[in-house]
């Protein structure tokens, strides 16, 4: 068992080839957990973090979110019924389902300005991180 565990930590650099090194990366993370970053051991952590989280990715791909489920997971996480969505949009008659559009200018710094009225509806402030999505139809959606 220790040469076992010898070899894996001699391999820890390197790509996780199978469901075995997959599997045994996330048992020595647990082991890791609660180092200390800048120790040899939070080192470690990191590179498995980082080797984990790329095994991952590659199998188990996750598709990316349907806007209206994204929507409805927006407004699950800050509180708000339809009812709230009805009325902040304001939709009166139209159609509850339309979505907003606003546009914004890409600076030559590759910067743009989420409108006003889009980060008010999200109640997005100064600090906020986001996350844009490419969809394979060239529509990107930024779930807040």
Not at 86 to 108: D, Q
Not at 120 to 126: A, F, S
Request: charged share 35%; aromatic share 6%.
């Amino acid at each position: 068992m220790q040469s076992r565990r010898r070899a894996f930590n001699r391999r820890r650099d390197r790509k996780l080839r199978s469901g075995r090194d997959y599997e045994r990366a996330l048992a020595k993370v647990e082991e890791l957990r609660g180092a200390k970053a800048g120790t040899p051991k939070g080192d470690c952590l990191d590179i498995l973090a980082t080797l984990i989280e790329a095994y991952e990715t590659e199998h188990y791909p996750m598709d990316p979110p349907d806007p209206i489920e994204a929507i409805k997971f927006r407004m699950e996480q800050q509180g708000l019924t339809r009812k709230d969505w009805k009325r902040s949009w304001a939709l009166g008659s139209v159609n509850r389902s339309a979505v907003m559009n606003a546009e914004s200018t890409l600076t030559s710094k590759g910067q743009t300005t989420i409108p006003k009225d889009i980060r008010d509806r999200l109640r997005m402030k100064t600090g906020d991180r986001m996350t844009f999505t490419l969809m394979p139809d060239g529509t990107v959606l930024m779930p807040a």
